[in-house]
């Protein structure tokens, strides 16, 4: 999971993806909100956050799903 998520950064460096401030992560108060943006979500040490936009970018650039990760067809 880790090196799929390093490929996403790269990626993203890469491509010239810009990637937003992980400041807005931590401002979030309500208990809600914030069980549902941390899983999708990792902040990075240089102050940065990659979510699943991102990773959705990367999957259709690459070709390179999550491992462990199923889709499922749609109809």
């Known amino acids: 999971m ?9 990626w993203c460096d890469e491509s010239g993806v810009e990637l937003e401030s992980s400041e807005s992560l931590r401002v979030v108060e ?7 943006m941390w899983p999708s979500c990792r902040s990075l040490a240089d102050g940065r956050r ?7 970018l990367y999957e ?3 070709g390179a799903p999550m491992a462990g990760f199923r889709r499922h067809p749609t109809a």
């Open 30 to 36: 309500h208990p809600e909100l914030g069980s549902i």
């Open 2 to 10: 880790d090196r799929f998520w390093a490929a996403v950064v790269a």
């Open 60 to 62: 259709k650039a690459v």
């Open 50 to 56: 990659v979510g699943l936009t991102e990773m959705v």
